[in-house]
């Protein structure tokens, strides 16, 4: 599978399209095993210059490291909440479907529900 090379993934971290021969790494990427740690990965790194600029502030280096770790929690926070529109919205930029899932996911939730079918019937 072919990877963006470092730009492009800048890129891509900021919301940019990637060209159409990366397709199956962004499929990977969105929907893949650990999706959700590379979903904050790349959402936290647009951050960094202002979690870098709290380190310019006066005070006691433990206070500013303070606020840094109160901004990266609360930037955590959103990323985390407001990753199934942002993954959606990735999705269809590339092509895809808005609900893609994960395939190991998908295989698994048909065998529960084919399991739960078969216990309780209609």
Do not use: C
């Not at 006066?58 to 909440?81: D, H, K, N, S, T």
């Amino acid at each position: 599978m072919k990877r963006p090379n470092p730009i492009q993934w800048i890129g891509y971290s900021y919301g940019r399209k990637l060209p159409d021969d990366l397709r199956d790494w962004v499929r990977h990427d969105l929907t893949g095993t650990f999706a959700l740690p590379r979903h904050i990965v790349r959402g936290l790194f647009p951050l960094t210059p202002i979690f870098a600029l709290f380190l310019l502030f006066p005070g006691e280096l433990w206070l500013r490291g303070a606020m840094i770790l109160l901004a990266v929690l609360l930037a955590v926070f959103y990323i985390v909440a407001y990753m199934p529109m942002n993954r959606a919205h990735r999705l269809a930029k590339h092509g895809f479907p808005q609900d893609l899932e994960n395939p190991a996911r998908a295989t698994r939730r048909a065998a529960e529900r084919a399991a739960y079918e078969a216990r309780y019937p209609h």
